[in-house]
Structure formats: structure tokens, C-alpha cells
């Protein structure tokens, strides 16, 4: 079964603050996405990586950065976290196929709290 | 541009009643669907995907839905709800003409199965 973990399932954080959140899978895929979840919202791409050190943003990138230093590993950094990226942040990972159809998998997600 | 729309945020159904949780869509090219369930304090589970071939497509758990082209509907349905059903489903769309293994995804509809 593929696995992907994430380090942390509930984090609390202050205004200002530089927050790390990390992701890792075990079945050497080479695509891993970083997503945020809002009530009636769904889920939104903050960015994603198809390589090691190779990243492109998603539709709402600002505010975040990530780091792939090895392929099994994605962090998503906020910089200076802020209230308003209180949220669940959901890692997921996928094989690349040509056609782009495969499934993604999701770790368990980190729900996120900036006091 | 691809987008997917849920146009129930919830869904009540009584336990063996069946289940319907609807999803349209909206890409340039030919789409790719997926449905993703997620528990409660879970990451996302795959259910099940359309790429091509027959309308009809089998998942996880009894699930089931039909790619329908000319409704741009991909809905989900159970014959028979069970109350362990009761969770957050989303719809997932990408585009064929669209770079990259990108996903769309729904704002979420949840089921709730009464005994």
C-alpha cells in the first residue's frame, strides 16, 4: 500500500511565526502536491513538484514556499504565518504516467492553527 | 479552464436507501474524473476514476458512478447506503488539454446516513 505521512496531525502557531510542514511517501513517486482544505471551499492547490528541486505553484501560492530535496520528501513552509492560513493542509503523491491520469494519494493531513 | 461543481453541500439518506452525491464538470478537452471520500480526521481515500472506455465505472466500498458527456455529470450512487457511508465526498477533475497531473477539485458534499 502506498503511504504518506505527514509530521504532524494537529500544529499551533503564532502570528509571525516560520512554520514547516512535512511530508514524505514510501512508494518513489515522482509527483507530491501540497493542497489546503476550507469548509465549502474543497481542496486548492498551493503547489506541487514533478522532480527533486523542481517545483511550480498551484493556484494560491502566496504566502507559502515549499522544498524537494529528495524525492521522497515535500515540505511547504510559511514564511510568516498569518490567521488567515489557519486550515487542513493535505500532502498527497502520484506516479508520472504520460497521460497524467493516475490516482493521487493523500496523507493524513495537518490541521493548522495561527494564534 | 477546468472546473467541477458540487451542488449539494449535504445529503441525508436513510440507511439501505440509495445514494446519490452529484458532480458536473467543465474542461476544454476530454475529462479525467475521480471521486475521493474522506472520513472524519482522515486524509482523502480514492474511490474510483473515469479515463475513458465504458460510462459505467465500479469503485471501493459498492461505490459506483457514470460518466454522462453530454450532462457533463459524473455522479456518484450506492444502491443500498450503509451509516459507516456517512462521510465528506469530492469530486476531481482534470483536463485533458491541461499541463501537468493537476486536479480540480469539488467544494465537498457530506452524507449523512441516518439508521
Known amino acids: 500500500d502506498v503511504k504518506v505521512t505527514q509530521s504532524s496531525r494537529y500544529l499551533v502557531k503564532r502570528t509571525g511565526e516560520k512554520v514547516f510542514l512535512e511530508c514524505v511517501q514510501d512508494?518513489?513517486?515522482?509527483?507530491m502536491f501540497w493542497y489546503r482544505q476550507d469548509p465549502g471551499l474543497g481542496l486548492r492547490l498551493i503547489y506541487f513538484?514533478?522532480?527533486?528541486?523542481?517545483?511550480e505553484k498551484g493556484d494560491i501560492p502566496e504566502g507559502y514556499s515549499v522544498s524537494r530535496e529528495k524525492k521522497e520528501r515535500f515540505s511547504l513552509i510559511l514564511e510568516s504565518a498569518s490567521t488567515n492560513q489557519t486550515s487542513m493542509y493535505l500532502c498527497?503523491?502520484?506516479?508520472?504516467?504520460?497521460?497524467?491520469?493516475?490516482?493521487?494519494?493523500f496523507g493524513p493531513g495537518t490541521r493548522l492553527t495561527v494564534l | 479552464a477546468q472546473s467541477v461543481a458540487q451542488p449539494e453541500d449535504q445529503v441525508n439518506v436513510a440507511e439501505g436507501n440509495p445514494l446519490t452525491v452529484k458532480c458536473t464538470y467543465s474542461?476544454?478537452?476530454?475529462?479525467?474524473l475521480f471521486w475521493y471520500v474522506q472520513y472524519p480526521n482522515r486524509g482523502l481515500q480514492f474511490l474510483l476514476k473515469?479515463?475513458?472506455?465504458?460510462?459505467l465505472v465500479k469503485g471501493s466500498y459498492g461505490f459506483e458512478a457514470e460518466f454522462n458527456k453530454s450532462q457533463t455529470s459524473f455522479h456518484l450512487k450506492k444502491p443500498s447506503a450503509l451509516v459507516s457511508d456517512s462521510a465528506l465526498y469530492f469530486c476531481?477533475?482534470?483536463?485533458?488539454?491541461?499541463?501537468?497531473?493537476?486536479?480540480?477539485f469539488g467544494g465537498g458534499t457530506r452524507v449523512l446516513v441516518k439508521p
Open positions: 498527497a503523491s502520484s506516479p508520472r504516467s504520460g497521460r497524467f491520469t493516475d490516482t493521487q494519494y
Open positions: 512508494m518513489d513517486h515522482e509527483n
Open positions: 513538484s514533478y522532480d527533486v528541486k523542481m517545483k
Open positions: 474542461v476544454s478537452g476530454n475529462p479525467y
Open positions: 473515469y479515463i475513458t472506455g465504458d460510462n
Open positions: 476531481a477533475v482534470r483536463d485533458e488539454k491541461a499541463a501537468g497531473n493537476k486536479l480540480t
